[in-house]
């Protein structure tokens, strides 16, 4: 007796009941009982695309018990169930018709694989299949692009909005639009305002595990990548993205601040945060803060070991000019600084309006679209390689200065546990337990250099005559 396999395959199964497949193998059944054929075994891919490149393990199953011999015909419903992809079609026509191995649609013929008939008109029925896949392909990307062009997002509401349906008089949908989801959008600019009062991802993303948070698309938990992916989306400023390119607004509304939205882009892009996990995230004046008061490279913080002791140091980092013990010059210069926030004028310094900073950042954008203007004219060919070097030589400078500006003068409000940080009664306690990444904040936003200058004696023992403080402006 003939024997043979039943394949079905739906591409999409959104409810997840399984009733294409269902159909499709109740009719394949049927062929078989017709022609007398013996059901050996039955494969299903449920709401798997056969063209997009989607893993299909039952056609991959139903192939290696293929070349085990357990079946003479293989049934599907259309051939098209069985393949769109051009390169798998090929080769399993190749492939069955050296097995003997034939093909027997419901809507459709059957094909005898062993002749060459039969396999050009498999691969002529096959190829008028992946025509209609792939024009139903270019009919779904061109939806996609109107319903980005008009703003209307695809798929799925996102996290900080909710979705309102749009009904005729009958009560079928016949439209959508999103509004924001109070819940999810404030945690959202929770995000951003702690992140912007420099605490740490680590211990933002902890804490809204902690408190149970629900995640964006229902992930079991919070991680780093979770949470700056949804703070630096184009979309939390009401701007629709396509093919990861901003091409206008969106219908919906925004659920942050342009001026937050541009400090926490330039806070998480910022080349200081792609440097590995090293002192510049642990230290108080490592990596930017402090300097060697000789050359003013950078302090590194190292381990020594001295007649006196073993020490955790600030080390100069270009030529081992200074070191430091890290202990003493931190409690220097956290004294220093907690009476500094004590002065009257210190509130107005964290609620500054951050004018400045914002027109350096507008100067920079403005450079880098001539910048790109540029690029587009050599690419164009109406200039040439030496009058784009030139362009590049006189702008970049001005780039790197508009950027160090936009840094330099930057204000960070006070980071959320500092609220006693300007009470005199309430500043040395509210300052010690505040995270390295908050203390350095404020010491930025202070406009506060330090500088450590060579020792006027050798031995133990500490002077604070030899750390200098400078003070921007």
């Not at 184009?234 to 601040?257: E, F, M, Q, S, Y």
């Not at 509130?347 to 350096?360: E, L, V, W």
């Not at 250099?449 to 133990?460: A, F, V």
Request: hydrophobic share 40%; with cysteine.
């Amino acid at each position: 007796m003939t024997t043979a396999a039943v394949y079905a395959r739906i591409s999409d199964d959104d409810l997840g009941l399984g009733k294409g497949v269902a159909r499709q193998l109740e009719d394949a059944r049927q062929l078989a009982q017709q022609r007398e054929w013996d059901v050996v075994g039955e494969y299903v891919d449920n709401d798997v695309s056969a063209y997009n490149g989607d893993a299909r393990k039952q056609y991959q199953q139903l192939m290696r018990d293929a070349e085990a011999g357990r079946f003479d015909r293989i049934v599907v419903y259309m051939t098209s169930r069985l393949w769109r992809n051009r390169a798998e079609r090929a080769a399993a026509i190749t492939r069955l018709g050296q097995l003997r191995i034939g093909v027997a649609a419901v809507r459709g013929p059957e094909l005898e694989l062993t002749t060459a008939a039969g396999r050009m008109i498999a691969g002529v029925l096959g190829e008028f299949d992946t025509m209609e896949s792939e024009v139903k392909g270019e009919r779904v990307a061109r939806a996609a692009l109107q319903r980005a062009q008009e703003g209307r997002a695809n798929g799925a509401v996102l996290y900080g909005w909710r979705r309102e349906y749009e009904t005729d008089s009958s009560g079928r949908i016949v439209g959508f639009h999103d509004v924001e989801n109070s819940e999810e959008a404030a945690i959202v600019r929770e995000i951003v305002d702690r992140l912007l009062a420099r605490e740490t991802l680590g211990g933002v993303t902890r804490d809204l595990n902690t408190r149970g948070i629900p995640t964006p698309g229902g992930r079991k938990r919070w991680h780093h990548s979770m949470v700056t992916g949804l703070v630096m989306r184009a979309a939390n400023l009401g701007l629709r993205v396509h093919k990861g390119t901003v091409i206008g607004p969106a219908a919906w509304p925004a659920i942050v601040d342009r001026d937050k939205y541009d400090r926490i882009i330039a806070l998480l892009k910022a080349p200081e945060r792609r440097q590995t996990r090293d002192a510049s995230r642990k230290y108080l004046l490592s990596y930017g803060v402090g300097e060697c008061g000789v050359c003013g490279s950078a302090l590194r913080v190292k381990r020594v070991r001295r007649s006196y002791g073993r020490y955790v140091v600030y080390d100069c980092e270009a030529g081992g000019h200074v070191a430091r013990s890290l202990e003493q010059v931190d409690e220097l210069v956290s004294a220093v600084v907690v009476e500094r926030l004590l002065q009257p004028d210190a509130a107005g310094i964290f609620d500054g309006d951050d004018k400045a900073s914002r027109a350096a950042r507008e100067r920079a954008e403005a450079i880098r679209a001539r910048l790109d203007t540029a690029a587009d004219e050599y690419a164009a060919g109406r200039i040439d390689a030496q009058q784009l070097s030139r362009i590049t030589a006189r702008l970049r400078p001005e780039l790197e200065a508009a950027e160090e500006e936009a840094r330099r003068t930057r204000r960070v409000p006070l980071p959320a546990l500092a609220d006693g940080l300007l009470q005199r009664e309430h500043a040395e306690a509210t300052w010690a337990p505040l995270p390295v990444t908050a203390k350095r904040a404020v010491l930025e936003t202070l406009g506060l250099r330090i500088l450590i200058q060579p020792r006027r004696k050798s031995g133990p023992g500490f002077d604070p005559g030899e750390i200098e403080f400078v003070w921007r402006g």
